[in-house]
């Protein structure tokens, strides 16, 4: 189980006509270089042509990951896919995104972003240096 499911669901229970609402502003970086801003309320990944976000890398899945705005935020879903998805170097079937993770789908990486993102809950503290 991935350690943000209770606040997927928090999210997807909160959301009520919310569902399809777009993050402000969200964008990822693929090959360090390529901004593709995202602006649709579901974005799907992959190395078929058909997807929004066309990944040509022999490792990643033809339908790979799946990008679905749910309450302002956008989670990551894995679609069965061989190689996996990971966030930060952990694997994950969803989980929700923050500004500047990392997402690997099987080796092929690309950074989340959000131009003023909402708060992190699982960052309410930060330890003195």
């Known amino acids: ?18 569902v399809g609402a777009l993050p402000d502003d969200t964008f990822v ?9 995202l602006n649709q309320t579901v974005v799907n990944i992959g190395r078929r042509i058909e997807n929004t976000i066309v990944v ?16 302002g935020r956008y989670i990551i879903f ?3 896919s061989t190689g996996g998805t990971f966030v930060n170097g952990k694997k994950v079937n ?6 500047g993770d990392v997402i690997s789908l ?8 959000q131009k003023n993102p909402p ?11």
């Open 106 to 113: 099987a080796g092929a990486d690309f950074i989340y972003g």
């Open 78 to 80: 894995d679609l069965n």
């Open 56 to 71: 040509d890398d022999p490792r990643v899945s033809r339908t790979h990951a799946q990008l679905r705005a749910i309450n």
């Open 1 to 18: 189980m991935d350690s943000s499911l209770d606040e997927i669901n928090d999210l997807q229970e909160k959301s009520g006509d919310d």
């Open 94 to 99: 969803q989980s929700i995104l923050y500004s």
């Open 29 to 37: 970086i693929l090959d360090g270089t390529r901004v593709v801003p």
């Open 119 to 129: 708060p992190r809950p699982d960052l309410k503290e930060t330890l003195p240096l």
